[in-house]
């Protein structure tokens, strides 16, 4: 585990998403963000209305410097799509990327229970509950950097093949290119004339 | 990466093409390239323009490559370029990345029996209608019939064979096949202009850049384009013209038309080796059967193995402006990546306590990657640039003596406990996999399918990552119903490991058996990520069987499941008091 100078003190800010009306507009974001500050080693609670968009990265930033945080939680969209970007902000405020945490409001609540307020917002308090009780017992980690071996492999001589393997090529580098038939051209070869130029395929 | 290259019998750098091996080959098959129209021998071109530009031998045919049985084109070829021994050779190479573009297969559409393409010889797919009107086709372009060799004077397509058809579980559009009829009707109308020609469609797609001017054209060139798809089709047994019956939904009526020749505008089918790639590179792929993209609109060209990518029709159906376009995306997005030199690993790897591992062996047996080494007698190590991350080990460690880092066990239990702090009776507990299931959720989201709201979920990385103990916890917390969800059997993110998770929830309902509590309240489902509305179903149906759960029963396996002390701890406690 790689020493964590925040370890002993720990100090979470949630930041509850809006995200337009697409959280908002069926889950209590208000009652969220209440119901948030109850939860243990919570310093501060922030609404926003797109917490992806500067305004709301910023607010993440001055909050980390303002109440000393040491873990954030956004509660907005799923991880696969903004966890890198969050990752970034929380880096760019000082804070090592993994004290990061995401409760999954969107995707996973409200999009899925539209006109069910009172058991979305349920559902909602409880991903902010997990998502806090992790986020409090996150480490800061350090990434692996690897060295990649400068080689393409292309899979298929048909015209997607051939294209990628010579643009690959002319920027210098190297590729092997593998087909399994005995010529490459794919299906496009067995063509007459292709649209919508109407000339030949080879 | 291992790549087998095959042998081709002929060394195409002294072969120079002479075709003195062709003329005495003896051997006659169908050619592959001309659909099977014409011949070829067992040594032969692929086609003119092929590229390496020789001969080969294809030994499935040849009659062997015993000189004594045959051996005629070695006697010929002045070069002495054919080798009967020759063999397959296997290529060693460092790759640091990898552009998949496997293309596609085109549908078959003999199971689709109304349209009559095994029974009559007239009924021919586009693609053979390529190989007639080409002038290196097996007719040097005279666009005639397979039954008489005559020139017809009517033709009719019909479109969407094999495409927008869920009925033979084909529900997507193929896109290509709309323009690629018109481009044939513009084709015969320029070589035969006395020539009537048919379309029957659905929808006509000519949605791309001078697409709808190229179907102006063929109309005003006199082609006919009827709405509706024939519902049977009969030939003349004395002229073996065709009669297919159609509803025209334009007029509302049903018409006859009798016609010398029809072409089935065939749609496009997954590759039959998408499978192989896919297990191969740990890929996954979307309803239809291509392979799923990392994010549909931004990163439409990555796949989820990061270092490798998507060209052309293998990820979805797209012409060849499209395909080039994605080629020239994929080769950027690879030699961004081979530019860089470099390569940054998310921090979720695991880690070894050596002290407090009993050398026992066991993660080094479940991990996928062989990146856990273990030697008899010694504590295990992980490489950690081998390691991808799923947890397998941590999960199957006894001795707690593995961190998976980001994924921890505490952190884990802390999420459990957390969801399941108030009302446990109310919600079904899901463990999801980041790749597949937990993805599945937010295509479910994305796709707005409602489900009751009743459902937690907990993400990790692998479904093998969750352990005995996180799901007894789940239990011990009051859960009526746990669910482990992850990719499907064969197509785990990480090669093999959910036959970890498979493994784990056996033993789990034997033990909850045991325990008196029923194995139905821990569900396995796999479920991937484009499976949105399955994940739905799934929670439906949880949800539907959390009600049947009575809260004796809940109570009866939060006492059940209770931990039992352990040893360690006793013997801890025992020193503790000795000292």
């Known amino acids: 585990m790689v020493a964590n100078p925040t370890n002993d003190k720990i100090r979470v800010g949630v930041f509850v998403c809006d995200c337009g009306l697409n959280i908002a ?38 909050a980390i ?7 954030v939680v956004v509660a907005s969209c799923t991880p696969r799509q903004h966890e890198p970007t969050f990752r970034q902000c929380v880096r760019e405020a000082g804070l090592n990327p993994y004290l990061l945490e995401m409760a999954n409001l969107r995707e996973h609540c409200s999009w899925v229970h539209p006109g069910e307020w009172d058991g979305a917002t349920a559902k909602a308090k409880d991903l902010v509950a997990s998502a806090v009780a992790r986020a409090r017992l996150l480490q800061p980690q350090e990434e692996l950097t690897v060295p990649v071996t400068k080689r393409a492999l292309v899979i298929g001589g048909g015209v997607a093949g051939i294209e990628a393997a010579i643009e690959l090529g002319d920027a210098g580098h190297q590729v092997v290119l593998v087909e399994k038939q005995p010529s490459i051209g794919g299906i496009m070869a067995q063509l007459d004339k292709t649209f919508p130029t109407m000339d030949c395929s080879i | ?39 070829r021998k067992a040594i032969y071109i692929p086609f003119p323009q092929a590229v390496p530009c020789s001969y080969i031998l294809n030994m499935d045919d040849c009659l062997g490559n015993n000189p004594i049985a045959c051996g005629k084109c070695a006697e010929v070829c002045d070069k002495q370029a054919i080798n009967y021994d020759d063999e397959d050779e296997i290529i060693t190479r460092e790759i640091g990345s990898i552009i998949v573009a496997i293309g596609l297969d085109v549908y078959d559409p003999t199971e689709m029996d109304e349209y009559g393409y095994t029974r009559f010889e007239n009924v021919i797919t586009s693609m053979e209608f390529e190989r007639l009107i080409c002038a290196g086709g097996p007719t040097a372009g005279h666009f005639v019939r397979p039954s008489d060799q005559q020139r017809p004077k009517r033709i009719g397509f019909i479109q969407c064979v094999g495409s927008r058809n869920p009925k033979i579980g084909r529900p997507y559009c193929s896109n290509i096949c709309c323009m690629n009829t018109i481009k044939d009707t513009l084709l015969l109308a320029d070589h035969y202009p006395d020539m009537e020609n048919v379309v029957f469609y659905q929808d006509i797609r000519s949605f791309g850049k001078s697409f709808e001017d190229m179907f102006q054209r ?3 060139a006199g082609t006919r384009y009827i709405r509706g798809l024939p519902g049977d089709v009969r030939e003349d047994p004395n002229t073996r013209n065709l009669t297919v019956t159609v509803e025209n939904t334009t007029k509302g009526k049903l018409e006859h038309h009798e016609l010398d020749m029809l072409v089935l505008s065939v749609g496009v089918v997954p590759p039959k080796d998408l499978a192989k790639i896919s297990g191969m590179l740990t890929l996954s792929k979307t309803s239809d059967g291509f392979f799923m993209e990392s994010h549909p609109k931004l990163k439409p060209v990555d796949a989820p193995t990061r270092g490798v990518y998507f060209a052309g029709f293998c990820e979805s159906p797209k012409d060849i402006k499209d395909s080039v376009c994605q080629a020239g995306a994929a080769s950027s997005r690879s030699g961004a990546l081979l530019n860089a030199g470099q390569i940054q690993i998310e921090a979720i790897t695991s880690r070894i306590d050596e002290t407090a591992c009993k050398k026992c062996g066991l993660c080094a047996a479940v991990c996928p990657y062989g990146a ?21 080990c941590g999960a199957t460690c006894l001795f707690g003596a593995i961190t998976m880092r980001h994924f921890t066990d505490d952190q884990l239990m802390a999420q459990v406990r957390a969801t399941l702090g108030e009302n446990p009776q109310d919600k079904v507990f899901c463990f999801a996999c980041n790749w597949c299931s937990y993805a599945g959720g937010d295509m479910a989201g994305i796709s707005r399918m409602k489900y009751p709201t009743t459902n937690r979920v907990v993400r990790t990385m692998c479904s093998a990552r969750v352990s005995e103990e996180m799901v ?7 859960a009526p119903i746990v669910l482990v969800s992850g990719c499907h059997y064969a197509d ?37 990520a484009a499976e949105g509305q399955k994940f739905a179903k799934v929670m439906y149906q949880l949800e539907e069987m959390r009600q049947a759960v009575t809260m004796e029963e809940i109570e009866h396996a939060r006492q059940a499941l209770k931990p039992k002390p352990k040893k360690a701890a006793k013997k801890k406690a025992e020193a503790a008091v000795a000292s």
């Open chain 2, 372 to 392: 856990i080494v273990w030697k008899k007698g010694e504590a295990a190590v992980v490489i950690e640039a081998a390691c991808a991350g799923c947890g397998a």
């Open chain 2, 218 to 220: 063929s109309r005003e």
């Open chain 2, 1 to 39: 990466m291992k790549i087998r290259k095959k042998a081709r019998y002929v060394d195409p750098d002294l072969c120079n093409a002479c075709e003195e091996c062709v003329k005495v080959c003896p051997v006659v098959k169908p050619d592959e390239y001309q659909m099977g129209l014409s011949s």
């Open chain 2, 472 to 478: 007894l916890e789940a239990f011990r917390c009051g």
């Open chain 1, 65 to 71: 410097h303002q109440h000393q945080l040491t873990r």
């Open chain 1, 25 to 62: 507009g069926a889950v209590d974001c208000a009652a969220v963000a209440e119901y948030a500050e109850t939860l243990p080693d919570v310093m501060c609670v922030v609404r926003n209305k797109y917490t992806c968009a500067d305004p709301g990265q910023n607010e993440i930033k001055n």
């Open chain 2, 492 to 528: 785990c993110h990480y090669i093999n490991a959910n036959r970890q998770t498979v493994k784990r929830v056996q033993n789990l309902w034997n033990k909850l058996e045991k325990a008196g509590v029923r194995p139905e309240r821990l569900q396995l489902e796999w479920i991937s």
